[in-house]
Structure formats: structure tokens, C-alpha cells
């Protein structure tokens, strides 16, 4: 939560705004050049954000709180993306908060505005939550296949003792110089693969490391059969991984 998340906010309907703009453009409300249009609820925006997940049925969320100067920084950064929802501008009006008088609105409306806790109703809040899920769902999964792969290319060139792995790769029938290049090889596919999740994603890509995560798992069960019974489950793990990427494959819609 920015600074805490107790900026004052009063946020309207957009049914309530639309049906506005309808009366105005009909004529049917005689109103000022400029209108302050509020909802019928002031909260804060901690209290905002747990109205809306309520509503969505999810439980309650824990927060932290983020430093006002932390927030600022990152904002500034922000300001370079293009299409961020963070920059100096929206942490501005953030921190000067939104709320008013919602007499204003109510006169243009002819009756009071709805209030937040009315904004999602019970028809809409289950297709409302699932859109929350898949919003996020996406950059968690590849962020965590990304890990995965980077990880494993580093442990491969750099921590694990190679002579371990040259031991490994020994009982699949790989010896000598052909071993060292398998070896480096494998671990410099697997950092274009983790690179390639975070920059790079879409189905070829899903598919080409589905196939070479069943061919590893594959190998290693005919070669290496200790590892499917290891109290640490290395090779049942890809199971997981498996089921990763058949829901980031049939979720993408980029070839």
C-alpha cells in the first residue's frame, strides 16, 4: 500500500458517469461548466481495495506498506515506461486524494450515486474475479518458469561441481569432450530459455520447452531411475513444471 493507503477517495460508477454524461448531452440537467462527480462512498484506498475484493468473493488480503519517498522514486522511474500505471503524475493525484461533495452528482443524476460496496453485484463478480486471476496469472507463471531456468543454467556452468555432473551425464553414455560441450550446452539453452520466458514468450516457446523438459525427464528415467523414487522428488517436480507450461501454451495466444 503507497504511503499506507489512506488517501481519501470517493470513486463513482461508471453506469453513474455514463448515465450523467446522457442526461447532460439530452439536456436534462441544467449544470455548471465544470462538475465534481463523486460516488456516494468516501473510503480510503486501503479500504477501497478490500471493498473490491470482498466483492469478488476473494479473502482478505494482507499489505505492507510502502514508504511515500520509495514510492516517489519508483514513480520517476515509471515515468519512462510507456503505458505505466505508476508515474510522478498518478502518484500526485494519489497522494492529493479524490473526493467531494456528492450533492453535485446526485442533482445530475436525480437520485443519490451508487456507493462502492453496490458496484459489483452478485451476477458479475464471479467473471469480475476471474478477469482479476488472468490479469496477473500470465507474468507470475512465466516468472517463475523463468526462474526456473535460469537457475538451473547457472547451477549447471558455475555451482554444481562439474565433475558430479560429468559423472551424471557418464551413465547416459556421454565421456570426454563430448560430455564437457553437452554439459555447457545444456546450460547455455537453458539461460536463452529463461530469457526468452520474460522477453520472448508464445506458443513455439511453451512447446519447445515442454519437449525438452519430457525429453530430460524422459532420459533420466531410463538412465538415472534412482532420482524417481528420491525423497526430494528432483524428477517428479517436473510434473509441475509439465502442468506450467500446458496452461501458459493453451493461454497464449502469441505463436
Not at 482479476?132 to 507470475?140: F, M
Request: aromatic residues 8%; glycine residues 8%; hydrophobic residues 55%.
Amino acid at each position: 500500500l503507497p504511503a499506507g493507503g489512506c488517501q481519501p477517495l470517493r470513486p463513482i460508477h461508471i453506469d453513474d458517469l455514463a448515465e450523467i454524461v446522457v442526461r447532460l448531452v439530452n439536456g436534462a440537467v441544467d449544470a455548471p461548466a465544470v462538475l465534481d462527480l463523486v460516488g456516494d462512498t468516501e473510503v480510503t484506498f486501503k479500504r477501497m481495495l478490500a471493498v473490491y475484493r470482498t466483492s469478488m468473493g476473494f479473502a482478505p488480503a494482507w499489505t505492507l506498506t510502502v514508504p511515500g519517498a520509495l514510492v516517489a522514486g519508483t514513480a520517476a522511474l515509471c515515468d519512462r515506461l510507456p503505458g505505466s500505471i505508476l508515474t510522478r503524475d498518478t502518484w500526485r493525484m494519489l497522494r492529493a486524494g479524490n473526493s467531494g461533495d456528492p450533492a453535485a452528482t446526485a442533482r445530475a443524476l436525480g437520485r443519490p450515486p451508487a456507493g462502492i460496496d453496490a458496484f459489483i453485484g452478485p451476477d458479475e463478480a464471479s467473471a469480475l474475479r476471474q478477469q482479476a486471476l488472468a490479469a496477473w496469472r500470465p507474468a507470475l507463471l512465466r516468472g517463475a518458469l523463468a526462474l526456473i531456468w535460469l537457475w538451473t543454467a547457472l547451477c549447471s556452468a558455475f555451482i554444481y561441481p562439474t565433475g558430479d555432473s560429468l559423472a551424471l551425464l557418464a551413465r547416459v553414455g556421454l565421456h570426454g569432450p563430448v560430455a564437457v560441450a553437452a554439459l555447457y550446452l545444456a546450460a547455455a539453452l537453458d539461460a536463452v530459455f529463461g530469457l526468452a520466458t520474460l522477453w520472448r514468450p508464445g506458443r513455439r516457446l511453451w512447446a519447445a520447452q515442454l519437449a525438452l523438459v519430457l525429453g530430460y525427464s524422459a532420459v533420466i528415467a531410463v538412465a538415472l531411475p534412482e532420482f524417481l523414487w528420491h525423497p526430494f522428488g528432483p524428477l517428479l517436480k517436473n510434473v509441475a513444471v509439465v502442468a506450467l507450461l500446458f496452461i501458459l501454451f493453451s493461454e497464449e495466444t502469441q505463436s
